[in-house]
Nanobody
Framework: QVQLVESGGGLVQPGGSLRLSCAAS????????MSWYRQAPGKQRELVAA???????NYVDSVKGRFTISRNNSKNTMALQMNSLKPEDTAVYFC?????????WGQGTQVTVSS
């Protein structure tokens, strides 16, 4: 059974930081491309950051320079370090694992940026 479990969300003030984690089980983690998506109320889910199985990364323009995605294949985990958070970063953040036709999602973790 595949499980992706996100953690680390919460309420933070503008300019603050959070670190999200995704723990994977039931897959050969090192072979999967991993990514973070987010969905704000009333909006479509969007890709935030991705890291391939080989470690290449890419980011949506709105988070470049503020967010950093990383992975630890020995621990089957992925992280998203989020700095200089803005109110527009408020959303539910989802972990995604993708390999060929196999795609899995976590249940999401809420991030709220507000004063």
């Amino acid at each position: 059974q595949v499980q992706l479990v996100e953690s680390g969300g919460g309420l933070v003030q503008p300019g603050g930081s959070l670190r999200l984690s995704c723990a994977a089980s039931g897959i050969t983690f090192s072979m999967y491309d991993m990514s973070w998506y987010r969905q704000a109320p009333g909006k479509q889910r969007e890709l935030v950051a991705a890291i391939t199985s080989r470690g290449s990364t890419n980011y949506v323009d709105s988070v470049k320079g503020r967010f950093t995605i990383s992975r630890n294949n020995s621990k089957n985990t992925m992280a998203l370090q989020m700095n200089s958070l803005k109110p527009e970063d408020t959303a539910v953040y989802f972990c995604n694992a993708d390999r060929r036709s196999q795609r899995y999602w976590g249940q999401g973790t809420q991030v709220t940026v507000s004063s």
